[in-house]
């Protein structure tokens, strides 16, 4: 059974920090979606990463790959207040076809940016 | 291009009580899914469509959950009769290929209460 594991589930940061979430996954999976939830809303995307050592970035967020290590990080640099939100990986189950693309999502992480 | 609309946004009900939840997809879309997000967790895939045939289910509890896509765009998903433990955010999402890989595009929830 696919698990889905992220730490930390809670992070407090200041303005202009650093930090970087984890992502561990126990199946082997060439691919990962990283996604963001604010308070009441639905899932937005952010990054799909597609292969061993993918890096994409977007403004403060910055994703890696390592599908060895069955390891996705999200990295924030100089963090702002509007980053504040719950964020998730999510791992697709199966290969192939029409069930391909089933997700398992981690437990997320809740990211609360102070000025 | 319109979004992954689902309504209600928001029911309360009691225990014992049937529900149900309407979610139409976004056009063109032949892949539907309903996930159920409790409170603190990552969503969890209930059921997955592919067009009007069900893909997966295997997480539904068929005992009292039922869901159906007729004519294979929108879909419904009933509870009956509603237990306590199904107090959730109801997601539903719609997929499509894109940029060499199957992006999922979530709806904005219904959020359902059972008191």
């Known amino acids: 059974e696919l698990k889905v594991e992220q730490n930390p589930l809670f992070l407090s940061m200041q303005e202009g920090k650093n930090y970087t979430i984890y992502c561990n996954y126990s199946?082997?999976?060439?691919?990962l979606y990283w996604y963001r939830q604010d308070p009441g809303k639905s899932l937005e995307s952010l990054f799909v990463?597609?292969?061993?050592?993918a890096v994409k970035q977007e403004g403060r967020l910055m994703a890696s790959l390592d599908t060895k290590a069955r390891l996705s990080t999200l990295h924030i640099t100089a963090a702002v207040h509007d980053l504040s939100a719950t964020y998730f990986c999510a791992v697709p189950r199966g290969a192939g076809g029409t069930s391909y693309g089933k997700l398992t999502f981690g437990q997320g992480t809740i990211l609360t940016v102070h000025p | 291009e319109a979004g992954v609309a689902q309504s209600p946004r928001y029911k309360i009900i009691e225990k014992r009580q049937s529900v149900a939840f309407w979610c139409n997809p976004i056009?063109?879309?032949?892949?539907l899914y309903w996930y159920q997000q409790i409170l603190g967790q990552g969503p969890k895939l209930l059921i997955q469509?592919?067009?009007?045939?069900?893909?997966?289910d295997s997480q539904l509890p068929k005992d009292r959950f039922s869901a159906e896509r007729l004519k294979g765009v929108d879909s419904t998903l009933k509870i009956q009769p509603a237990k306590l433990e199904d107090s959730a955010v109801y997601l539903c999402a719609s997929r499509t290929y894109r940029d060499r890989t199957y992006e999922q595009y979530f709806g904005p929830g219904t959020r359902l209460t059972v008191t």
């Open positions: 056009s063109g879309h032949a892949t």
């Open positions: 469509f592919q067009n009007n045939g069900v893909v997966d």
């Open positions: 990463l597609l292969s061993n050592g």
């Open positions: 199946t082997t999976s060439d691919r």
